[in-house]
């Protein structure tokens, strides 16, 4: 239809015939009451001269081997792109005039029916599905530039055929062919070999509309593969059915999925490992929520220890506390405290088992942390130690009547390191050199004081030399006191490790001043007793001796008168 705002309307007529311009022209001054330019031309050919613009309808005569006429039609078209186009006609002929609207004609009229109204009507119509066609080529043309400016990949395919028939800016720019060779290939020409029987056995399944095809892999020209996930949707183009296909890069996504998978297998693998590894493990490990003493995991130890089943166990702290020994309350109120105030604690209580039995627990805790350095979790290891702190108590009995035993006797008892340092001694060796020197001596001091002559501790520096080579012995030295000699005899024996290295002496020291002086005592009377012997015998050797001089005169044998 014409412009509102022109005055006139402009008609180009196509019509050799002198009379049917005639009525033509009648007819459109009729229509338009006289306000109507009609400009005449005698042949389609001679509207290639034309200036199209300006330009309302365009009215063509056609017999009716004409109609339809492709090439004439497409060239009114081409030259008159949205301009209305009507065929007039002598012969009603119904495929023929179809064919005529198929290839650019907005309507076909008879010569016979080409009354005033009804050429008005039908150029009002026209007019209209052109204006109609125009605003459906400018939204095409508008999508067709968001479609080749797309960044996705995106083509158009025949569904029959699944020859390409477009393609967008990014498809050739990912796969590296031009548009001219896009459209002279198929989508299979895209696709990595293996996978062209797969996807076409897919292809055929799909229905109409929108579907999701899945992923494949696609080769681009310089033979790269990559995996695409392609979504599709049924679609008309230029009048053909077909398939607008988008192309999603998923390769790097898929190749980390597989990684994630590959990954998550691992993961799953190693937790099955450690969770056979916690199963296994006798000792109870546990992990709380920091701030409400919340279960939040237990090994299958943890409820054995117990004594409880998952079910069973409170999950709260108000479990733990009702449990516990009630003497040893305090122990674990003291224990959470020191754990949020120092990351950690080791604690040992006792803990009343569901038997009624009562266990002794040794509890070593550490806290974690969250994002925001909050008190997160409690992870913790128990050990049930009851066997242990019996038996340690039975050794600490032992250990405290062998000490009474050895603190409890007369001889001193001592032991050092390789550096002469007292690993123990006992109370008699203590209050001995209290005794003798003054001087306060305990363990880990030097063995040999300074207060020792340079004589005496070279000496015993070679006795103690002499265990540490591996030798056992037994010394005597003597110790002054007011002016008096103190006798003492020490055993010296190494100290093995157990692959028997030696790593310190032992001593033990026995005061033998009493049996000194009693082998003195008795060493003098012996004296004695030999000078008497001595000096009793030279009193009898003289007589006996003269007696025997005068026996050797007699002969017994040759007695004589003389």
């Known amino acids: 239809m014409a412009d509102g705002r022109k005055m006139m309307t402009t008609v180009f007529v196509i019509v050799s015939d002198e009379e049917k311009y005639s009525r033509l022209y009648e007819r459109l001054i009729a229509a338009y009451a006289g ?19 300006n330009i309302d309808f365009v009215i063509v005569d056609m017999v009716l081997p004409q109609i339809g006429n492709v090439p004439v039609l497409q060239l009114l078209r081409g030259q008159f792109r949205y301009t209305p186009l009507l065929v007039v006609t002598d012969i009603y002929d119904l495929p023929s005039h179809l064919n005529a609207i198929k290839n650019g004609a907005q309507d076909v009229l008879l010569w016979s029916a080409i009354e005033g109204y009804v050429l008005h ?77 797969p996807m076409l056995e897919s292809y055929r399944r799909r229905a109409e509309g929108y579907f999701d095809a899945g992923y494949w892999r696609h080769r681009k020209k310089d033979g790269a593969v990559f995996y695409v996930h392609i979504y599709a ?20 996504q ?32 546990w992990t709380r929520n920091a701030e409400t003493l919340e279960l939040q995991y237990g090994n ?34 003291g224990a959470y405290a020191e754990i949020l105030e120092k990351g950690s604690a080791d604690v040992t209580y006792r803990y009343i088992h569901k038997e009624g039995s009562i266990k002794t627990l040794r509890v070593q805790a550490v806290l974690k942390k969250g994002e925001d350095s909050k ?13 242990e702190k019996e038996l340690l108590d039975k050794i600490q009995d032992s250990e405290h009547k062998l000490k009474a035993t050895i603190n409890n ?21 203590k209050d001995f050199f209290k005794w003798l020197c003054d001087k306060e001596i305990n363990e880990g001091d030097y063995v040999l004081a300074d207060w020792r002559t340079d004589e005496f501790r070279e000496q015993r520096v070679r006795d103690y030399q002499r265990a540490l080579n591996g030798e056992s012995f037994i010394t005597e030295i003597v110790e002054h006191k007011d002016g008096e000699a103190i006798y003492f005899e020490i055993s010296s024996s190494p100290i093995r490790d157990r692959e028997g290295k030696v790593i310190g002496v032992n001593c033990i020291s026995r005061n033998v001043t009493e049996q000194k002086r009693n082998l003195h005592k008795i060493q003098r009377q012996n004296d004695k007793l030999l000078e008497i012997a001595w000096v009793q015998s030279h009193k009898v050797r003289g007589p006996v001796a003269n007696i025997l001089g005068l026996i050797s005169l007699f002969d017994m044998n040759a007695l004589t008168p003389e």
């Open 35 to 53: 306000k109507v330019n009609i400009y005449r031309l005698h042949s389609e050919r001679d509207a290639s001269s034309v200036n199209t613009d």
């Open 300 to 333: 299958h130890a943890y409820f054995k220890l117990h004594g409880y089943s998952l079910d069973e166990m409170t999950p709260n702290k108000d479990f733990i506390f009702k449990a516990v020994y009630p003497d040893d309350h305090g122990i674990i109120v």
């Open 409 to 429: 006797t007369k001889d001193l008892i001592w032991s050092v390191y390789t550096d002469l340092r007292i690993i123990f001694c006992n109370q008699p060796y």
């Open 375 to 387: 008190p997160d979790t409690i992870n913790g290891i128990t050990i049930d130690i009851t066997k």
């Open 254 to 285: 898929l190749q980390m999925n597989k990684r994630n998978e590959e990954l998550m297998a691992l993961i799953t693998e190693q937790k099955q490992q450690l969770d056979n590894l916690l199963v296994s493990i006798t000792d109870a490990l």
């Open 121 to 197: 009507r039908a150029m009002a119509f026209a007019a209209e599905r052109c204006s109609t066609m125009r605003k459906n080529d400018l939204i095409a043309d508008e999508y067709k530039k968001h479609f080749d400016a797309g960044p996705i990949p995106m083509w158009v395919i025949e569904t029959k055929t699944m020859r390409f028939l477009l393609v967008n800016n990014a498809a050739v720019q990912k796969y590296g062919y031009s548009k001219a060779e896009f459209y002279t290939m198929s989508v299979t020409d895209i696709l990595e070999p293996e996978e062209r029987a």
């Open 233 to 252: 949707h049924s679609t008309t183009f230029n009048h053909i059915n077909a398939r607008l296909c988008f192309s999603v890069d998923v390769d790097k």
